[in-house]
């Protein structure tokens, strides 16, 4: 059985940093297209970042440019985003997604709130 398990969220003050992880099970890992996702109350759920099966294809969202970073680690079928420069605008929950084809699976998500 798929499962995606993300961890890393919390409670940060603008400008500082987190890093999120999601492990990943019960698939073959380095077959699928990682990505994460954020949704904020009320908003539509927002593609952050995204890295191919092998990691050589990367894209980010224009509003996390140059301060998020996306990496795997298909030995340890592990995803990671990490998040610099946070801003009050980048409070939502953070969700892992492992895609191929017409195939998803998801995770539960973490929570990510940028607040003073």
Known sequence: QAQ???????LVQPGG????SCAASGFTFSDY??????QAP???R???ASISS??????YADSVKGRFT???DNAKNMVAL???SLKPEDTAVYLCCAARNSNAYWGQGTQVTVSS
């Open 33 to 38: 297209r990682m990505s994460w996702y954020r």
């Open 82 to 84: 990490q998040m610099n």
């Open 4 to 10: 995606l398990v993300e961890s890393g969220g919390g």
């Open 70 to 72: 996306i990496s795997r």
């Open 46 to 48: 927002e593609l952050v």
């Open 42 to 44: 009320g908003k539509e």
């Open 17 to 20: 940093s987190l890093r999120l």
């Open 54 to 59: 092998a990691g050589f294809f990367i894209n």
